[in-house]
């Protein structure tokens, strides 16, 4: 998406996503915070503003750099293949974001930088104990798999987020005053005091200020996967001060003496609002404001934390395995389904249960037989009754006067200025229902059977029309595909994404526009198919098949050579424990004609081993005959029945059946073949 039609007269609106760590695929989870962002953005648009929308990656940190060297490739090759993937899904959900940054970029170190040195500017006449950024030793835990500090002293204690055990650092860094900043911030909540929402949330914000705050070490001297510090390039960025950033670098901000000479981060810092996540609020309303202030720059306008998206009860983590992927979901039901399930189900800011069940369950409701069904019943009426021409008729009936009346309009956009989508979602349903009622009361298809009853058959098929004519306007922040189909449906000339859903009135569809032909906008789902159509893309997301390895010609070796040409190495080899045994029992296995079943001693144990040599050998003449069998073979099960072990045979003997592997000698079973 970009800003070609904006207008400078156009007020402005810049909101964020936190960048997401790029050392795995984003879940369900981390789409959530981006789907509702994405409604906020396209939101706004349709109330007139000019609106820059930011996500990205973070890219730096000790997981990517341990991750990488486990895949063999370098940090960056890591962080170039993750962060495709992010774009990849955000492109397949509709996301429509203006900027994504990536905190590899040089645009963002430089940001970075600037951000530092306009701190140490600022400060270059003050006595070094007053000032912002200082240097000292610094020791604590920490979790890299959160890259949370989890205490500031050295003693043992676990991550709150994850539960692992955190590491112990220990280095001098750079530390930002952070303990300077806490009378300013109080001042700032208190004059500000929508600065955090929800409002629980600002409590235990001003709480934990209230409480003292300790410096914050924002370097690292060990880590070389990070941006180098101005003038002392032994250290690097650590985490949050180089996240947080992203904010200000993601706009253009870095340019000039003052860092602040892109018009585009004139035009739109500010951000107007910051979402994330619960479970780093205190870096957004505590760190970040204090990180700007000591700079000079202005403050965003809101930070809002939201609650958890949790899959049976437990926060989605890849760590945990409980995990869904969004992939998955959109191939089987839609980008639609996933979005309305989203911000319908889950109270926005509270935690809200993930489940497939409830998600197919709402899907079928809501959108199959709700406004899938109802959009294909009115276009079909007034295709057959009306020439596929809208009556002109445009009155409002009582049925629908109070939920199309302004009040409640009004309402449906506090509810999105308030981000209290599932209520706005409730509310829209409302009209899809009272409409459907609407239609089963007046029975068009009676009235059309009549021609005396022509003027009213046309006055209930134009509010039927109209009525779906705001239902789209007004959901299509949220479903934006199949709005925009019923859009075209209905006729509908211009950008649905342009329509101002702040001038929504009745009577806005011209009597005599052509629909166009109905289509299933929301085919109904099966929902055992549709169940296991997601689970196995799910398997085969968590469990990807093997990619072959890529052979170089002139790559050096980088390990102790490998066997090659097909051959295996002595160690390989010996892996396989292969034993002489002797069969105790051998009989048929019903219903395959080639398969025996056979009792095999082999020496400290007895196994039963099914073997394809039914065609060659009668089950009586193998009895107390020698074998050699491969002892160490995983079980496998065949017609039910479990097989332990394998035995060898030539492939082709007479006729092509296999002949037995056996020994001329009498040999004990259990003997070891080398
Ligand atoms: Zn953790």
Request: charged share 25%.
């Amino acid at each position: 998406m970009d800003r070609a039609d904006s207008s400078d007269k156009k007020p402005k609106f810049y909101l964020t996503t936190p960048i997401y760590y790029a050392n795995s695929r984003p879940h369900v989870g981390s789409a959530y915070t981006t789907i509702v962002c994405d409604v906020i953005a396209r939101y706004k648009r349709m109330c007139g503003y000019d609106v820059a929308y930011l996500t990205g990656t973070d890219e730096h940190g000790v997981n990517i750099e341990r991750a990488a060297e486990k895949a063999e490739i370098t940090p960056q090759e890591l962080v170039d293949k993750n962060e495709k993937i992010f774009r990849d899904l955000w492109k397949l959900l509709g996301i429509t974001t203006t900027d994504f940054i990536r905190t590899t970029s040089d645009e963002h170190a430089r940001a970075v930088q600037t951000l530092v040195r306009r701190t140490i500017e600022r400060d270059q006449n003050l006595p070094p104990e007053k000032r912002a950024l200082y240097k000292a030793k610094y020791e604590g835990r920490y979790c890299i798999y959160d890259n949370l500090y989890v205490s500031d002293t050295p003693e043992p204690a676990d991550c709150p987020t994850c539960g692992r055990p955190a590491e112990l650092i220990s280095e001098e860094n750079y530390f930002f005053k952070l303990s300077a900043y806490q009378q300013k911030l109080l001042e700032l909540y208190e004059t500000k005091p929508d600065f955090v929402q929800p409002d629980f949330r600002m409590n235990e914000v001003k709480s934990f200020v209230e409480a003292g705050l300790k410096d914050v070490s924002i370097s690292r001297k060990t880590i070389k996967w990070g941006i180098p510090w101005p003038d002392d390039p032994e250290h690097v960025f650590y985490v949050w001060y180089d996240a947080l950033t992203s904010y200000l670098s993601g706009i253009g901000y870095g340019e000039g003496a003052d860092g602040e000479a892109n018009p585009n981060f004139k035009k739109y810092w500010p951000a107007d609002l910051h979402m994330i996540g619960k479970e780093i609020i205190r870096f957004h309303a505590v760190y970040w404001p204090a990180f700007l202030m000591a700079a000079g720059l202005r403050l965003p306008n809101q930070v809002f934390a939201h609650g958890w998206l949790l899959f049976e009860q437990e926060k989605m983590s890849k760590s945990k395995g409980n995990v869904a992927y969004p992939e998955p979901i959109v191939k089987v039901l839609g980008n639609d389904a996933l979005r309305y399930y989203l911000l319908r189900e889950v109270v926005f800011g509270q935690d809200g249960n993930f489940s497939r069940d409830s998600l197919i369950t709402r899907y079928n409701a809501d959108l199959a037989n709700g406004l899938g069904n109802l959009a294909s019943r009115i276009l079909t009426m007034i295709a057959s009754y009306c020439g596929s021409a809208i009556p002109n008729a445009p009155e409002v009936p009582p049925r629908l006067e109070e939920l199309v009346s302004a009040p409640h309009l009004k309402a449906i956009r506090s509810g999105y200025d308030g981000f209290a989508f599932s209520e706005v979602l409730t509310s829209v349903w409302k009209l899809v229902e009272a409409t459907d009622k609407y239609i089963v009361e007046e029975k068009p298809w009676s009235l059309a059977q009549n021609p005396s009853e022509s003027d009213r058959l046309g006055r209930v098929l134009y509010a039927a029309a109209e009525s779906l004519r705001m239902i789209t306007v007004l959901a299509h922040p949220v479903i934006p595909d199949a709005t925009l189909k019923i859009w075209g449906q209905l006729g509908q000339p211009g950008k649905l994404a342009d329509v101002r859903i702040d001038q929504l009135t009745w009577g806005g569809l011209r009597p005599g526009t052509k629909v166009g032909k109905p289509q299933a906008v929301f085919p109904r789902a099966d929902k055992i198919q549709a169940w296991e159509r997601m689970e196995s893309m799910e398997q085969e997301i968590r469990n990807p098949k093997p990619v072959e390895p890529v052979s170089s010609r002139s790559g050096s070796a980088t390990s102790a050579a490998p066997a090659t040409d097909g051959k295996i190495t002595i160690e390989d080899f010996a892996k396989i424990d292969l034993r002489v045994g002797q069969v105790t029992s051998a009989e048929r296995v019903q219903g395959a004609d080639k398969l025996l079943k056979l009792v095999v001693d082999i020496g400290d144990e007895v196994r039963q081993v099914l073997a394809g040599i039914a065609l060659a050998y009668a089950p009586e003449d193998l009895i107390g005959r020698k074998v050699v069998i491969v002892a160490n073979l995983a079980p496998r099960k065949m017609r039910g029945l479990e097989s332990n072990g394998m035995l060898l045979a030539a492939s082709a003997g007479a006729d092509g059946l296999p002949v037995l592997c056996t020994f001329a000698e009498d040999i004990p079973p259990g003997a070891k073949v080398k």
